[in-house]
């Protein structure tokens, strides 16, 4: 069963560039669902889903954040990637990395990001 | 984008009992949605999919029944397990959208 693990910084300053990648053990990239997503939880909050790629490579954003997100995959190092232009404290949230094609099927632990200076 | 509504909001129940919430979507999204339940500090685990599939490995004591607009999650006989947070997901059309959550409370 493949597992995913988040990392990257946990205090980012706002209006900087939050970086996280979700490495992927258990498995490759291509022996799990088609469909690579993060999403996030404001504290106390409800689930939001930022956006997903391919294996392929090709990607899809919500349109709210499409503007400053980009989702990218590394099939080499078994990881895909979450970055987020020019963030604020509404960016603050617990990340989590996800699997599968039309549903979370597999998840990261999750990590909580801090948006402060 | 589409807009997930669910009650109630919490709800308080016994080890034994039966419950139901209800997820309502604001365009219908054919049969394309899930149920989670989420525990403080952890992951959503995936329940429901496609509106009443068991996920492998889910107790039998869940199921999920609707399609179009409304959908409901029941849970039987509850466990002391159970006591969670409970979200709902669209997979009808992307940004996928969740509802708001459904806090499950031990009576």
């Known amino acids: 069963q493949l597992q995913l693990q988040e990392s990257g910084p946990g205090l980012v300053k706002p209006s900087q560039t939050l970086s996280l990648t979700c490495t992927v053990s258990?498995?490759?990239?291509?022996?799990?669902?088609?469909?690579w997503s993060w999403v996030r939880q404001p504290a106390g909050k409800k689930l939001e889903w930022i956006g997903r790629?391919?294996?392929?490579?090709?990607?899809s954003y919500t349109p709210s954040l499409k503007s400053r997100v980009t989702m990218s995959i590394d099939s080499s190092k078994n990881q895909f990637s979450l970055k987020m232009r020019s963030v604020t404290a509404a960016d603050t949230a617990v990340y989590y990395c996800?699997?599968?094609?039309?549903?979370?099927?597999?998840w990261g632990q999750g990590t909580l990001v801090t948006v402060s200076s | 984008d589409i807009q997930m509504t669910q009650s109630p909001s919490s709800v308080s129940a016994s080890v034994g009992d039966s419950v139901t919430i209800t997820c309502r979507a604001s365009?219908?999204?054919?049969?394309?949605l899930a149920w989670y339940q989420q525990k403080p500090g952890k992951a959503p685990k995936l329940l429901i999919y496609?509106?009443?599939g068991l996920q492998s490995g889910v107790p039998s004591r869940f199921s999920g029944s609707g399609s179009g607009t409304d959908f409901t999650l029941t849970i039987s006989s509850l466990q002391p397990e159970d006591f969670a947070t409970y979200y709902c997901?669209?997979?009808?059309?992307?940004?996928?959208?969740f509802g708001q959550g459904t806090k499950l409370e031990i009576k």
């Open positions: 790629v391919s294996i392929s490579g090709s990607s």
């Open positions: 258990g498995g490759s990239l291509s022996s799990g669902s088609n469909f």
């Open positions: 496609t509106a009443s």
């Open positions: 996800v699997n599968g094609n039309s549903y979370g099927d597999s």
């Open positions: 997901q669209q997979a009808n059309s992307f940004p996928y959208t």
């Open positions: 365009q219908g999204i054919s049969s394309w």
